[in-house]
């Protein structure tokens, strides 16, 4: 991805300083030039925005942890214990890690689903997506709890941890459907607004810009609403084949987590890049 080029670079020039013997003071100062214009790319600082953001971490350990999950499959499958062990224990603990990181997201769930209520959106919508934060918050609720238990804080006995366990994959699933019929629901009404401002007659110039902003205000809604339902219908498999409703194997769940992490992180660099 080109947000890692300048970093690549950054490193190669690192070595190769530490390795080379002393250099001459005009090659010395050609390649600190080099290293000041790699350490201070726009793309570095922007990398260190991001994951200067909470947003941003997760979403990068996601990626990795998700990617580690596939690759610990890849070598297991081909009978390489040692390695794919390796993987496994970086995905466990890049899980655990951000099981920490989102101790305090329920509230804000909590929160979003008081101000879904108090809002004025489409009956079907509003319902929705009431119902999504509930389910996300009652998810990371239980997550909570599988995260004392895992750094034993808590000592809950086996069967109780697997219960504890599933009953957060429930929740996330239920969050995730919903979100799912949130999007088509949403995805209809703005289909149906877009075909109503397309086909009006607005004669006057003034009128035609405001046309024009609700469409494109439109257009903005529909991309956002369609990325999130690409996201949904890859990420559902996860709880799924946790709760045991589906069988998928790790690789095809490590692809998806990797390929929904990317885009959400691509989303929130795109946005840190915009302030």
């Not at 997506?129 to 239980?142: E, H, K, N, S, V």
Request: aromatic share 10%.
């Amino acid at each position: 991805m080109q947000f890692l080029r300048p970093w690549l670079a950054l490193f190669t020039l690192l070595v190769a300083l530490l390795l080379s013997p002393p250099l001459r003071p005009h090659i010395s100062h050609k390649m600190a030039s080099i290293a000041s214009q790699v350490v201070l790319h726009p793309v570095v600082s922007q990398s260190l925005k991001v994951a200067g953001t909470t947003l941003g971490r997760d979403k990068l350990y996601r990626a990795v942890q998700y990617f580690s999950r596939f690759l610990a499959w890849l070598l297991l499958s081909k009978g390489n214990k040692a390695e794919a062990a390796r993987f496994n224990a970086l995905k466990s603990h890049l899980a655990l890690g951000r099981k920490l990181m989102r101790l305090g997201k329920p509230v804000e769930h909590l929160q979003s689903a008081l101000r879904a209520i108090q809002g004025s959106a489409e009956a079907g919508e509003q319902i929705t997506t009431i119902a999504r934060q509930i389910c996300y918050f009652g998810y990371l609720t239980y997550d909570a709890i599988v995260w004392a238990n895992a750094i034993k804080f808590l000592n809950l006995k086996p069967s109780t941890a697997a219960k504890v366990n599933k009953i957060s994959n429930r929740f996330w699933l239920s969050g995730i459907l919903f979100s799912i019929v949130h999007a088509l629901l949403k995805t209809g009404r703005l289909a149906t607004e877009a075909k109503k401002l397309q086909g009006s007659a607005w004669t006057e110039k003034g009128l035609e810009v405001e046309r024009d902003t609700k469409l494109q205000a439109i257009a903005s809604q529909r991309a956002s609403t369609r990325q999130q339902f690409i996201i949904d219908i890859l990420d559902v498999w996860i709880p799924a084949t946790n709760v045991g409703l589906v069988h998928f194997n790790d690789g095809v769940l490590g692809i998806f987590g990797f390929i929904t992490s990317l885009i959400a992180f691509r989303s929130q660099w795109k946005a840190v890049g915009k302030k």
